[in-house]
T-cell receptor, first 110, second 116 residues
């Protein structure tokens, strides 16, 4: 069974803290996505990775293919970063069939 | 970046009626769009893959006669929930696959459906 596990499930941080969210998957993948879902439900694509590391502003995403693990880091966290962060993977050749993790609910306190 | 819109953003309907949800890629062409469903406190689940000009491909357990998908143009896919029941109440999200790219999907803001 192809699974995507995220940790932690819930995370509370103080403004300014460095945050790490982890994602592990069970078999080889074609690509891994990090998504952000705000309380209203809308989803924003943050990163798509197949190897290495990507950075966008205060967000950094890394992936280790051998260990089947990815991390999303947020530097200098801010209350507006409060959201659910979702890891999703493409297995095999199916481009659309994403398997989603259950998400990590992040709350950043001022 | 590429933008995907959905309409309506929320809808309340009575049991037995049908509801149509639109998904549009605003600034790019999408030969493939995907429809997902998210129940409260659960992960998103793929419902179907919508291909322009052909029949949609449904995931196991999704009733194709209940969830009608039409992808008539390169920028528009519609999902019609027919004879809606309260258990169809959910958050429906579409994504559009950027033609020519590898695995790059852009998500719509979602539609919250409540069936009373």
């Amino acid at each position: 069974k192809n699974e995507v596990e995220q940790s932690p499930q819930n995370l509370t941080a103080q403004e300014g803290e460095f945050i790490t969210i982890n994602c592990s998957y069970s078999v080889g993948i074609s690509a891994l996505h990090w998504l952000q879902q705000h309380p209203g439900g809308g989803i924003v694509s943050l990163f798509m990775l197949s190897s290495g590391k990507k950075k966008h502003g205060r967000l950094i995403a890394t992936i280790n293919i051998q260990e089947k693990h990815s991390s999303l880091h947020i530097t200098a966290s801010h209350p507006r970063d409060s959201a659910v962060y979702i890891c999703a993977v493409n297995y095999g050749g199916s481009q659309g069939n994403l398997i989603f993790g259950k998400g990590t609910k992040l709350s950043v306190k001022p | 970046g590429a933008v995907v819109s959905q309409h309506p953003s929320w809808v309340i309907c009575k049991s037995g009626t049908s509801v149509k949800i639109e998904c549009r890629s605003l600034d790019f062409q999408a030969t493939t769009m995907f429809w997902y469903r998210q129940f409260p406190k659960q992960s998103l689940m793929l419902m179907a893959t919508s291909n322009e000009g052909s029949k949609a491909t449904y995931e196991q357990g999704v009733e194709k006669d209940k969830f009608l998908i039409n992808h008539a143009s390169l920028t528009l896919s519609t999902l019609t929930v027919t004879s809606a029941h309260p258990e169809d109440s959910s958050f429906y999200i579409c994504s559009a696959f950027l033609s020519g790219s590898s695995y790059e999907q852009y998500f719509g803001p979602g539609t919250r459906l409540t069936v009373t």
